[in-house]
């Protein structure tokens, strides 16, 4: 599929890179592509960037058939741009559309797509030290209906725009609230799909989090309300004497591409690795006995954020006495130093534009 393209001929005023707050601005081009059950995939463009027109019947309004990604791209220091890993995000989306009853799209044609909209608005991509352009596909069910089944058309859309750090304590350690109430995800359910209704489910919790102090909350599985599954925004990781430990995949857990990134570094480097499952008391126990050595969180906004508390059941424990660890600060170092070009991409994992 030929991806037709039309230019900006207003192109809109770039932030100043010390200033940017992310997911707030956009840059000048989008790409859209269609899909109808006659035609497949089908009117690949970039055009300019643009409110669209939306039907107030829009099924993803009321039943919410609405899928996404998050990756980025990286601008190198001889200005060269690199993406991260960019067919782990197609493969992912397309496990989010097998979920959700959305047609596939071919996963190469979704990394060229992305490639081509980069290069195009790749002025728009900041140059200082921890910055990128955010790129966010999505797609969206598109038939005006109200009756619960799947829609019968879609639209496959990708914005970027320029970031600085996802959290306000950069890589600094954050403090995160251990949600014991509400509940994100069950096995069976989304939760390892990156569906926007995911999201919806875990704000309540995230606002009254917020209101206490914390940046963030950890959840807990939807049973038993006793086994750790991942932080709103990221996976998580703990280590616990001479064992790195982060969630199994069960199905209720996002299957973060950095988490697969940080599993595979750690190994190459010699560390035992553990996929398993793990409870919050076995935590709170770790931390008593003094074997608590560090908790940090892996995701492509802020790469890795280590953890300096945790809040369960108002008991608060402080981790590696807030500081970062060297296991987070290798990985940071590692993964962004591979992702702006300055460590050698030994895994093949950068595409360059």
């Not at 995939?41 to 643009?50: D, E, G, L, T, V």
């Not at 690199?82 to 989306?93: S, V």
């Not at 799947?150 to 750090?165: L, N």
Request: glycine share 8%.
């Amino acid at each position: 599929m030929t991806i037709s393209v039309e230019k900006t001929k207003n192109p809109k005023q770039k932030p100043a890179s010390d200033h940017l707050v992310f997911g707030s601005t956009f840059s000048d081009h989008m790409f859209i592509c269609d899909y109808a059950p006659e035609k497949g995939w089908h009117n690949a463009r970039i055009i300019p960037y643009q409110d669209i027109p939306l039907s107030p019947a829009l099924m993803t309004f009321h039943y919410g058939q609405s899928i996404f990604e998050g990756l980025k791209a990286y601008k190198t220091d001889d200005k060269k741009v690199n993406l991260f890993r960019p067919i782990e995000n197609m493969r992912r989306l397309n496990d989010s559309c097998n979920r959700l009853c959305i047609p596939a799209i071919d996963e190469n044609f979704g990394v060229d797509a992305i490639k081509k909209l980069v290069d195009i608005d790749r002025d728009w991509i900041p140059e200082e030290p921890g910055t990128s352009l955010y790129i966010r596909p999505f797609i969206y069910a598109t038939d005006p209906y109200l009756g619960v089944r799947p829609s019968d058309t879609y639209s496959f859309i990708i914005i970027t725009g320029p970031v600085g750090a996802y959290y306000k304590e950069g890589i600094n350690p954050v403090k995160i609230y251990v949600e014991a109430n509400y509940v994100r995800a069950v096995v069976g359910g989304l939760g390892e799909a990156k569906a926007a209704a995911n999201y919806a489910a875990s704000l309540k919790a995230q606002v009254e989090a917020k209101k206490k102090g914390y940046t963030q909350v950890l959840w807990l599985d939807g049973v038993e309300k006793k086994y750790i599954e991942e932080v709103g925004t990221m996976n998580v990781f703990f280590i616990i004497g001479d064992e790195v430990v982060t969630p199994m995949l069960t199905g209720s857990i996002l299957p973060g591409i950095t988490r697969k990134s940080s599993i595979e570094l750690l190994k190459s480097w010699g560390y035992k690795v553990s996929e398993r499952r793990i409870s919050i008391n076995e935590v709170y126990e770790a931390h008593e006995k003094g074997l608590l050595k560090e908790v940090f969180g892996t995701g492509t906004a802020a790469v890795i954020s280590p953890v300096g508390e945790l809040n369960w059941n108002g008991k608060a424990i402080t981790v590696n006495d807030c500081k970062i660890g060297a296991v987070s600060q290798r990985l940071y170092d590692t993964m962004t130093g591979i992702q702006y070009g300055k460590l050698p991409d030994t895994f093949g994992w950068i595409e360059t534009i």
